[in-house]
Structure formats: C-alpha cells, structure tokens
C-alpha cells in the first residue's frame, strides 16, 4: 500500500470524524437525557451553512468566516429550542414517535429550503488561508480540513469544561444520571433539556458552517453526514460525551481508511457492518453506564 | 346486549362490500386506474408487516424499504433474463459496457429461483440482521436507527454498481412473466386478482398470528421485555421471528409492485420511501391491520393525486401528517373509528 | 451439618461481591435455602437485598463468588434459563403485562413449553388451564379473570405477580417487597397467601414491614451494607443489639 495515500487518508479520517463529532454531539448529549432522537438534526447542519453563506454574502473574507460561526449557531439553537418547545417535549414519553414527528419537521426544512435558495445548493467561497493547502511530509493537507479538526477540539473543549466546571453542566449530569431524583430536589428538569437542545442544535449548526467550506450547501446536505451520526450515537453509549468522541472517531477514521480498499458505497456498507458487530461485543456502547433500572 | 345501532350494521357489513367491489373493480375501472389500484394493493401487503412488528412488536423499522426492494429486484431480474436469448446480457448491462453475465444473476432465469428469493432472500437477511440486534439486548430508538443507516446502504450500493444493477435507473423494460406478455389481453386484471388475493391471504395470517399465542408473547415483549424474560422466555426468537415475517411480506410487496408497475429503482425503496411506509401505518393506525391497507391505499391514492400536480406540495404535506397524526392521533384513523362506535 | 441438610440443600449463594465501580451492593455475601423453607431477608435501605435477587435470577453477574441451585452453578446463565430451571421472582414494581387480561398473565406464566415455534397455536392445553383456574382461586382474583392487568388496584396486581410466579410451577420463589404499598387487610392476606403455598416450595421474601414478617413465622436473615449480618427466628433478631443498632444507624 502506498504510504503517501494511507497518510492522506488517516488525515482525512480525522476530519471526517470532526464532522461525525460535531453533527452527534447534540444527538447524544439530548439522547442521555431525554431518550429521544431528533431525526431534524441533519437539517440544523444544513441551517448553518446557509446561515454562513448568508453571512458571507454581507460580510466577505475571513471576518465573514469567523462573523458566520455564532451567526450559525444562534441560528441553529433557535430552530432547535422551537422544536424542542412545540414538539419534543410534548413527545417525551414516546421515543419511537419523536423519530417520526421530527422526521415530518425534517422533510418541512429540507422542502422550505429547497423553495427558498433552489435545490441546486450554493457555493461559499472560503478565503485564501481556508482555500490553499499545506505539504507536511510529502502529504498535502487543505487548509479547510486542518481548521475543521481545530473547531471540532475547540466545541469539546469548551463542552467539556461546560459540562464539569459549571452550574448547568452540573445540572445536566445530576438529570443525566436520575432524572426523577433530580426532578425531586427542585432542579428544573425541563428547562434541563430544553437548554442541551438548544445547545446541540447549535453545535450542529456549527459544524454546517464547516461542511459549507468542504463544497456546496444543498437542501438535504445534512442528511449525507446526519445517518453516521446516528451510527456514532449507537455506538457511543448512552449520553456519554467521551464515549461520543470516541466512536466518531473510530467510524471516522473507518469511513476513511475503508475507502482505501473500496469506494465510498461499499464503505458505507462497512461501516453499518463494522457498528453490527461492535454491538456483538459491547451492546452498551463504547462507554457502559452500569445502571439498576430494570427497563432502560 | 341492545339491538346494534345502524352504524354497527353498517361497519360490520363495510369490510365485505368492499372486499367485492375489490374483486368486481377489473370490470369497472380503467386499465391505467386498475394498475394503480394494484400498486397500493402491493403496498398494502407491507403494511401488514408494519403493524404486526410496529403495533404489536414495538419495533419500529426505517428500513421496509430494502426487503421491498429485495423482492422487486429479485423478479426484475427474473423478467430480464426470461426476455433473453441464450448467452445475452440484459440491455443496460451492453450500455455500460459490461462484458459478460455476473455469477449472481444467471439463476435468476430460473422461474422457481426468482420466487424462492422473493420469499426467503429477505427472511434471510431480516432474520439475521434482527437477530445481530437483538440478541445483544439493543433495540428501540437504536434498532431504528440502525435500519435507516440499513435503508441509505442498500440504496447507494444499488444506485453505485450502475454496470450491474441499472443504477439509479433501476431495472424496466420487462415484456413478460412466465411466458405471458404482460400487457396481453387479461394479464392485468389477472395480476390484480393474484395480487388481491395475497392480500386477502396476508390479512388473514397476520390476523391469526396476533391472535394465537405468539402475537400474545410478542405485545407482552413490547410492554414489558424483562417481565417475559423473568417468566422464563426469552423474547429474542419472537421478535425475530415477527421482523422475518414483515419482511417477508415486504419481499412479496416489492414482488408484486414491479410487476405492476414495470420498473423497480432506488428511489421506490432508500430511506424516504422506507420512512413514508411508516406513515401510511401510522395514518392508519399503527395496531389494526385494517387501518394499514386502508392507510396504505389512503395515503398512495393522495400521493397520486398531489404529487402530479404540485410536486413540492406533497413533501410539506407528508411532512405536516407525520407531526399531526404522531401527535394528536396516535392510534390513526382505526382509533378514530373505534372511538366513534364506543 | 447432617446428611440429609446436605441433601435438602437447595440454593446456596457462596461468596457473592456484586461492585457497581466501586460500590459494592453485595460484599462476600453467602447464605443457603433448605428445601421447603420460608425465609425474610431484612435490612435497611442499601443492604443489598434487591440485589441479592438480581444475582440470584441472573440480572447482573457477581464479581466473584458462586450462586448454587440444586447443586449446578447458575451464576452466568441468562435470566430466562435459571427461569427455566424453576427460580422465578416477583419484582418490587408490581411487574403484571398491563394490556393482557389477568388469565392471559396467568397462561404465559403456567406454559410449559416456552420455545417460540410451540406459541403458535390458539388454545391453551387442559393441565395448563387447571394450573391457571387454581392460582385464580389461590389469588382471589377468579372473578377479575377476564380485565385487563392494567385495570386492577394495586394489591391486585401484586396477588397476580404472586400467581404468576406460582404459575410458573417454580421451587424457589424470590419475593421483593410483596406488600409493598399495601395496607394491613392487604398484607396479612398477602400472609396468608405465602403461608397457604405449602411445603412443596421454597420462598424467599424481602420485606421491611415486621408485622408480616411475624405473620409468616419464618426464620430472618438480616443484612448490612452487602454483608451477612445475623440469621435466626424473629424473636432472636428483636433481642439482637447489633441488630438493633443497624436499624438506628449507628456503626455496629
């Protein structure tokens, strides 16, 4: 095997799992404590990166850039704080149903999306430092990846210490880990939820700001990177962001490096047999809660 | 017990009116209405599978469409071999330039091959990807998850080997089955009435199966696994079982829909379609398996006749019936129904 | 111990640590059942008394340490196999089938043969009607056959977890809390329903509620913090300072 291409693949393997990361990291943080996916989530992806193409529309250049990435997730969090208010909470019991009603919000967004900036999708054009590439020992890396991968460092940098140094973070873990006693001891579990919604909404709207600089947004851009991320949930463990991390980065680099061998078909193929039989062998995810509830 | 109201008559004789207007419905409709109404009829029998793993089961699967598709291809297939001469390759595999016949595909001109593999191909494949599942205890939320990825790997791997599957294209141009021309004189009403009648004969199984013990067992796994688990069963082989049975029903609905409709492609069968499977049901009411053919036909009928008008409308109004009925009618038009006659 | 204690042996947990990351809700713990024996595990809040019911139906795996039924060690086996070998357990959590009626509760517990190809038939086979009608009458509740789980009172549905357990035809019956959330009139016929289940099995009750604990008149075992703490008859542990002390929550 050519080492040259084993070596562009690693590096693309850590960008794409910066993607999987950034695109699961609200799927799983609102999983672990409300047991419910937001099949919508993929469209928070796409909300970002027409909200960065509209940015850079007003402000060009790399202020545009950096302008983009709060624009992009406000933007986001809002659309998701609206569906986490009319929608998901009055779900919350039923997890099968809230798959369903928010894949109907899915198909509404894609579709208005379509209607509204044309189903051929738009182009950002990202600034020179973004758009050129770096040779590191006889590899050349683009720019945009290596910013990615920073991006995807920094947001779980930040969240991790959210998480562990702060009053909501340690709100979030006491709900996480008992919903019911927490609920007992006055903590507002619902305004909980409604707060890690918004947040991983925004995440997500975030990292479309990053696949806008890998090519072009499209009405259903999200949904390339959204079933992935639904396979890193899977296998992530539930609500555990170190387990989150971990599996985006084991199927990240799996996408990647499969494709070595095989085209991007086949490796998606792969991946869905490689995440079957990882559960064969740790059904409870990368990182196991060991819990004494009898029906979880 | 009172006299039965007028409304209880009615609903009670409905079910066999409409039974004989179905098996009268080639003499009065057109062609191109009698092929339609075949086509949802097909849908209808993977409706059925629906409510028996979603309704009874508590397994909700994003995935119907890939053992739909299963069954399609497999008598496309068979159609496009039956059509050929001897040594011939089927004719989008000469526009692509493949050479000779893949391995796979020379069975498939055997009449018997073609249906054993609508029936057990995707048993076989349902069988063992739910067991992978759920013998490990993962189900739920994450078996959902996992069909739809299922769903989105089978539809790119079909749309990416263009030189063997026909692509994004899909298989059509069939001339016939079982050496009849499909568009001879009879052919078609005689397809419905096959189809009708594996319909019929689905109902009734799937009715019997809820009702004997295993559809006991199955509702108990869904309301409580470990309490069936603690009773000393365990609950892995019902639930198999019941998803290798829905996606039996799937394969002969993908079967008899190519057939209908002359062509089978991924986009009758990748994840928005497997998704919009889930809402026919849904519409219908998740747990009756009347309300599934009536939701199956109800939502197609719709479909048919918003979508060629305004085609972007459709996918708003799919869209808004998901949230609507999910949230305000959860149990569908047959818990509609019910409550009026209580 | 003499012979024939040796050949009435019928469970007997050996050494058991169950360690949750480091907490450890059962430590060393070991106790035996003679066959035919009625026996209350008591304790306070923590003790670990669930959790020696988990070990012993297989819902979580000792650390180390042997669980023993009828001599073979269960402790490994899947929940519905120890089932299978005539353990079953009523949960804390009233653990009925909510949308089956109470006969149908009762039918999935007394089937004989629980492989999946053997459920597709309609009926239900005579002896196994007459074990059901049986356990009706045992339980009170003939004349609920028919409802619906879901619909009956509390105290009823922890009678019909009862009867299902005892449908099973199991020898060793595991009983969390029986009168958990019910009243006087409730638990002594809950008494009454333990005590009129004969010699031919053997229960295991938890409970905190001593008054019952007196109507069953069988010997206790107290436990503390995952660990064995005393056994005898419940006028010994009432006479008990260490006992005593557990319960007050000093350290003994």
Redesign the interface.
């Known amino acids: 095997m050519d080492a040259t291409l084993f070596l562009n693949q690693l590096f693309n393997g850590f960008s794409v799992a910066s993607l999987y990361l950034l695109a699961s990291l609200g799927l799983a943080l609102s999983f672990g404590l409300m047991r419910v996916i937001n099949m919508a989530h993929g469209e928070m992806l796409m909300l970002g990166g027409y909200l960065a193409w509209m940015t850079l529309l007003v402000v060009p250049g790399a202020a545009g850039i950096i302008l983009a990435i709060p624009v992009a997730f406000v933007g986001a969090a809002a659309m998701g704080g609206l569906i986490q208010s009319t929608l998901i909470r009055r779900l919350s019991a039923r997890p099968l149903d809230t798959l369903l009603a928010t894949w109907g919000v899915s198909l509404i967004l894609q579709q208005g999306a379509r209607d509204l900036f044309g189903a051929v999708g738009v182009e950002v054009r990202a600034p020179d430092w973004l758009s050129g590439s770096i040779a590191l020992a006889g590899v050349t890396i683009p720019s945009a990846r290596i910013f990615i991968i920073a991006v995807a460092v920094l947001v779980l940098g930040s969240l991790a210490l959210l998480l562990l140094r702060s009053r909501i973070g340690l709100l979030v873990r006491a709900v996480n880990q008992d919903r019911m006693m927490a609920a007992a001891t006055g903590i507002d579990v619902k305004r909980v939820d409604f707060t890690i919604f918004c947040l991983g909404a925004g995440i997500a709207g975030l990292a479309g700001v990053m696949l806008a600089l890998l090519g072009p947004v499209t009405p259903n851009v999200g949904q390339s990177y959204i079933i992935p991320a639904f396979l890193v949930v899977v296998m992530g463990g539930l609500g555990s962001i170190v387990g989150t991390t971990a599996a985006a980065a084991i199927l990240g680099l799996f996408s990647a490096l499969a494709q070595i061998f095989v085209d991007v078909s086949v490796a998606q193929m792969l991946l869905l047999v490689f995440v079957v039989l990882f559960i064969q062998v740790r059904p409870q995810g990368v990182i196991a809660v060991r819990t004494r509830a009898l029906d979880v | 017990m009172s006299d039965p109201t007028l409304l209880q008559r009615v609903s009670k004789a409905l079910p066999w009116l409409l039974l004989v207007l179905a098996i009268v419905a080639p003499f009065a409709l057109s062609a191109y209405d009698l092929n339609l109404l075949a086509r949802f009829m097909a849908m209808a029998i993977l409706a059925l599978g629906i409510v028996l793993i979603?309704g009874h089961g508590?397994i909700?699967s994003?995935g119907q469409g890939v053992f739909f598709g299963i069954g399609g291809y497999a008598i496309a297939m068979h159609m496009k071999m039956a059509d050929l001469p001897e040594g011939e390759l089927p004719d989008f595999m000469l526009w692509s330039g493949q050479e000779s016949l893949p391995f796979w595909w020379a069975p498939f001109a055997s009449p018997t091959f073609a249906i054993a593999a609508i029936l057990f191909v995707p048993v076989l494949v349902g069988s063992l990807?739910a067991w992978?599942?759920f013998h490990?205890?993962?189900g739920?939320?994450?078996f959902?998850?996992?069909t739809?990825?299922?769903a989105?790997?089978?539809a790119?791997?079909i749309?990416?080997?263009q030189d063997v599957t026909g692509g994004f294209n899909g298989l059509t141009d069939f001339y016939g089955i079982f050496g009849v021309g499909l568009s001879s004189p009879g052919v078609p009403a005689a397809l419905y009435w096959l189809t009708l009648a594996l319909l019929v004969a689905s109902y009734c199984g799937v009715r019997?199966?809820l009702?004997?013990?295993?559809g006991?067992?199955l509702?108990?796994a869904r309301?409580?696994?470990?309490?069936?688990?603690?009773?000393?069963?365990?609950p892995t082989?019902?639930k198999v079982?019941a998803f290798a049975i829905a996606a039996m029903l799937a394969g002969i609905a993908g079967a008899l829909f190519t057939l209908h409709a002359g062509v089978v492609s991924p986009a009758l069968i990748g994840?928005v379609p497997s998704?919009e499977m889930?809402?026919w049901v849904?519409i219908g009411g998740r747990y009756s398996l009347a309300g599934a053919i009536v939701g199956a036909l109800l939502v197609n009928i719709a479909r048919d006749a918003v979508s060629s008008a305004f085609p972007?409308l459709w996918?708003?109004l799919?869209?808004?019936?998901?949230?609507l009925v999910?949230?305000l009618l959860?149990n569908g038009l047959a818990g509609l129904v019910a409550s009026k006659r209580a | 111990m003499s012979s024939s204690a040796v050949a009435d042996l019928l469970l007997s947990v050996d050494g058991v640590t169950i360690d949750y990351s480091g907490f450890k809700a059962l430590d060393n713990f070991s106790m035996t059942l003679q066959r035919g024996e009625t026996r209350v595990v008591i304790g306070p809040n923590g003790a670990g008394k669930s959790t020696l019911c988990d070990t012993i139906i297989g819902r979580v795996r000792p650390s180390s340490g042997r669980v023993l039924f009828r001599g073979e060690d269960i402790s490994g086996l899947p929940e519905q196999a120890i089932v299978g070998r005539g353990i079953c357990r009523k949960f804390q959590a009233p653990g009925v089938l909510p949308t089956l009626s109470v006969r149908n509760n009762l039918a999935l517990a007394a089937r004989k043969d629980r492989r999946w190809w053997k459920s597709m038939g309609l009926g239900i086979p005579a002896a196994e009607r007459a074990t059901i009608d049986e356990v009706l009458e045992t339980i009170g509740l003939a004349e609920r056959a028919g409802d619906e789980a879901g619909a009956l009172s509390h105290g009823e549905k922890q009678w019909l977890e009862i009867g299902m357990v005892v449908a099973t035809g199991a020898e060793l019956l595991l009983l969390d809390e029986p009168t958990a959330g019910m009243g006087p009139a409730e638990t002594s016929r809950t008494a009454q329903l333990i005590l009129g289940l004969g010699a031919s099995r053997t229960v295991l009750v938890i409970d905190h509620d001593m008054s019952f604990v007196e109507q069953l008149q069988a010997s206790v075992t107290v436990m503390h913090q995952g660990k064995f703490l005393k056994q005898g008859s419940i006028a010994e542990i009432r006479a008990d300072a260490e006992v005593a002390a557990v319960y007050l929550g000093h350290a003994a």
């Open positions: 979603w508590g909700l994003l990807f992978a599942v490990r205890r993962v739920g939320t994450y959902a998850l996992i739809q990825a299922l989105l790997a089978f790119t791997l749309i990416s080997r019997l199966l009702a004997s013990r295993f006991m067992l509702r108990a309301d409580g696994e470990n309490r069936i688990r603690f009773l000393g069963y365990n082989p019902f079982v994840v998704i889930v809402v849904a972007e996918l708003y799919m869209g808004l019936l998901f949230i999910v949230t959860p």
